[in-house]
């Protein structure tokens, strides 16, 4: 794809699109999340207006403190992308650090004719107040492809690119630490919850104890004396003999619950109604459904 040099007489038309450029890129990043697919519905857009051949993303990893290749629309381009810099390798690097943008109009390639052997590379840095956010980088095959209109206008596409994309990836993060607190909320009221059921608990089993030891003494005198009569009486009146007999298979019972009571491992409560009104007791069988 070529274009002549001179193009002082811009169509009307076209001027216009260049005007409407960022405003579609705005619109992009608006509507889309940060991922690969909108950056390259991104670089597709820029394409339309200057129509390069090829244009890789980058955005500057904070915690790696480099840059890290984001999207790549057509072949990669980087000539010394063996070079090392502060920002990670290669012309993308260097513009990052420099903060300035680079243009190569008479790039030489050995891997082509010697008629062909030149080339066009415009990287632009993208900057909020100061602060890198990434680069783009744009080639074509043709020397000299690139304009000063070009790059003045790539200048304010890649400032709306960097406050936008800064602004999302803002949010994203602000998004993940949002979910990070509400899972560390959510983890705290567990432990808190957890923490109050055990102190229900051990409140439970001190005051079993304490009715343990009430019952037992009291209980153990009802039982042992109906035994002793039921031994020594062996002329008891029937009805007599059975009400005794039915005393103490209560009494028994009543052992029964308060050994249970000492045993409890779980506060298992069940709503009951009694009286017309609704009252939250511990269901003994399932609080101690393990022991």
Do not use: C
């Not at 690969?36 to 394409?47: G, K, M, P, S, V």
């Not at 903060?99 to 109009?105: F, N």
């Not at 567990?190 to 102190?199: F, G, N, P």
């Not at 089993?205 to 035994?227: D, F, T, W």
């Amino acid at each position: 794809m070529t274009r002549k040099n001179d193009r002082n007489e811009e169509p009307v038309s076209r001027f216009w699109t260049k005007i409407n450029l960022v405003n579609e890129i705005a619109a992009v990043l608006r509507k889309d999340p940060p991922v690969r697919t909108t950056f390259l519905r991104i670089l597709e857009i820029i394409q339309s207006v200057i129509p390069f051949e090829s244009s890789t993303l980058y955005l500057f990893n904070k915690k790696k403190k480099e840059l890290e290749e984001i999207v790549t629309l057509g072949p990669k381009i980087d000539p010394i992308d063996f070079v090392q810099f502060d920002a990670g390798s290669g012309l993308n690097a260097w513009a990052a650090q420099q903060k300035k943008p680079i243009l190569l109009s008479n790039l030489r390639n050995q891997d082509r004719p010697p008629e062909e052997a030149k080339s066009s590379l415009l990287i632009i840095p993208l900057l909020v107040e100061d602060k890198i956010i990434g680069t783009i980088s744009y080639a074509h095959s043709q020397a000299a492809f690139f304009q000063e209109k070009d790059q003045k206008l790539l200048l304010v596409v890649g400032d709306q690119l960097a406050v936008s994309i800064e602004r999302l990836l803002y949010q994203r993060e602000l998004e993940n630490k949002n979910q990070a607190l509400l899972k560390i909320q959510k983890e705290l009221k567990a432990v808190q919850k957890s923490r109050i059921d055990s102190e229900k608990l051990e409140a439970v089993r001190q005051l079993a104890v304490s009715i343990n030891h009430e019952i037992n003494n009291p209980l153990s005198v009802i039982v042992g004396n109906i035994q002793y009569l039921l031994f020594i009486e062996k002329n008891l009146d029937e009805k007599v003999a059975a009400r005794l007999k039915k005393v103490e298979e209560e009494s028994l019972k009543i052992a029964e619950i308060n050994r249970r009571l000492l045993k409890i491992e779980d506060l298992v409560s069940e709503t009951y109604i009694g009286n017309g009104n609704k009252i939250k007791m511990i269901n003994l069988q399932k609080s101690t459904a393990g022991v």
